[in-house]
């Protein structure tokens, strides 16, 4: 029978050490370093996930635990420009000269861009529908690309994505402002299967930024060296597996 040589028991209590480090110790550093509370809309998507997962890499890089506050859009917005939050997740560059205390950090996240969406069978009822006020047209709170976006009809807001679509198959909004990531989420990945239908013309196209309260100008340049630092990693990724192009 073979037995254990007196090095194996030690060998395995070190392994035992190594694996315990590596979960306990990460959360440790990160629960010493000193918090950087940011807020962000209530309504996530995809895209949110990735960049908070960004975004938390880059603070702890410098030094920072990044936590996340979620509320609705438009008080997400107040709250972190009236400095009671250290700045706002992402937002698009416009937002930065309505809110001069939110300061950008200068390097994209990603790109978002802005589409017109009606019921199905109506589509071809809008051939100049930005010129007639007569339609009822439809965005979710905080969503400044859409409320910044020129109309001649009537503006309605509403809280969530998933109520738009419920206004727009109710036929209480005529046309719903959205990006085409959160329409699909709102439709369980089918806007076809929910009886709306995508207008061809991209309305507009916008970067999004992180921006910080004024008060940390200060970490500007650090971040954004972490994170172009991140966004090389992935062109080099993205080179080499064959995939190029947009980060949405």
Not at 68 to 82: C, D, G, N, T, V
Not at 105 to 129: D, N, T
């Amino acid at each position: 029978m073979h037995r254990p040589t007196p090095r194996q028991p030690v060998a395995l209590i070190f392994f035992i050490w190594c694996c315990f480090c590596s979960l306990v110790l990460p959360e440790v550093a990160a629960q010493q370093q000193p918090t950087f509370t940011v807020t962000a809309s209530l309504n996530q998507s995809a895209l949110t996930l990735q960049i908070e997962q960004q975004l938390i890499q880059a603070y702890r890089a410098i030094g920072y635990h990044l936590e996340i506050q979620y509320l609705p859009a438009e008080r997400s917005l107040k709250m972190s420009s009236e400095g009671k939050f250290d700045g706002e997740l992402f937002r698009i560059a416009a937002v930065g000269q309505h809110y001069p205390q939110l300061l950008a950090v200068p390097v994209p996240l990603a790109r978002i861009e802005l589409y017109a969406f009606v019921k199905m069978g109506r589509q071809h009822e809008f051939g100049l529908w930005q010129q007639d006020p007569n339609l009822r047209i439809g965005f979710v709170r905080g969503f400044k690309m859409a409320e910044l976006y020129d109309v001649a009809g009537t503006k309605t807001i509403v809280n969530t994505p998933g109520q738009a679509v419920q206004m727009l198959q109710q036929n209480k909004i005529d046309i719903l402002l959205e990006d085409l990531q959160s329409l699909r989420e709102a439709t369980a990945g089918d806007p076809q299967a929910a009886n709306l239908i995508q207008l061809p013309e991209m309305l507009a196209a916008e970067e999004l930024f992180h921006f910080v309260h004024q008060r940390h100008q200060q970490l500007i340049p650090a971040l954004a060296e972490q994170l172009r630092h991140h966004n090389a990693g992935k062109k080099r990724i993205n080179s080499a597996s064959g995939k190029g192009g947009d980060q949405k």
